[in-house]
C-alpha cells in the first residue's frame, strides 16, 4: 500500500497548514517516518522525521514552526506547519524507510505529494 498525502493549498505569510498522510500499512511498523518537500530548481530536502521510539528530527529551517507526529485513531502522519514563508512554498512528500538512516535513499517509499503555495 502507498502512501497518500492531503491538505497542501495555499495561505498566506504567517498561516497554518496541517498535512496528512495515509500510511495504514505503515503507522503501526517499525519504519521511520517522515517529511520530504522539493521547491522549484531545488534538491528535495528532509524536513521532519519521525522514529519508531517517538524521536523526532527536524531540519533547521522548519524547527520550532513544523511538528511530526502519528495519529493512530486514523493511521496518518502528520506535520502542522505554523508561520509559513514564502520559502515554505513547495510539494512536500510523506516518506518511510526501514531504518531513519534510511529515509531518502533507493529504498524509501515515497507519497505521490501535496503542493504547498504561500503568498499574499
Known amino acids: 500500500e502507498r502512501l497518500a498525502e492531503s491538505g497542501g493549498g495555499s495561505v498566506q505569510p504567517g498561516g497554518s497548514l496541517l498535512l496528512s498522510c495515509a500510511a495504514r500499512s505503515y503507522i503501526r511498523t517499525t519504519y521511520c517516518m517522515g517529511w520530504f518537500r522539493q521547491r522549484p530548481g531545488k534538491e528535495r530536502e528532509g524536513l521532519a522525521f519521525?522514529?519508531?521510539?517517538?524521536?523526532?528530527q527536524y531540519a533547521a529551517s522548519v524547527k520550532g514552526r513544523f511538528a511530526i507526529s502519528k495519529d493512530y485513531a486514523t493511521n496518518t502522519l502528520t506535520l502542522q506547519m505554523h508561520e509559513l514563508k514564502s520559502d515554505d512554498s513547495a510539494m512536500y512528500y510523506c516518506a518511510a524507510a526501514r531504518e531513519c538512516v534510511r529515509l531518502g535513499t533507493a529504498t524509501t517509499v515515497w507519497g505521490q505529494g501535496t503542493q504547498v503555495t504561500v503568498s499574499t
Open positions: 519521525l522514529a519508531t521510539d517517538g524521536t523526532t
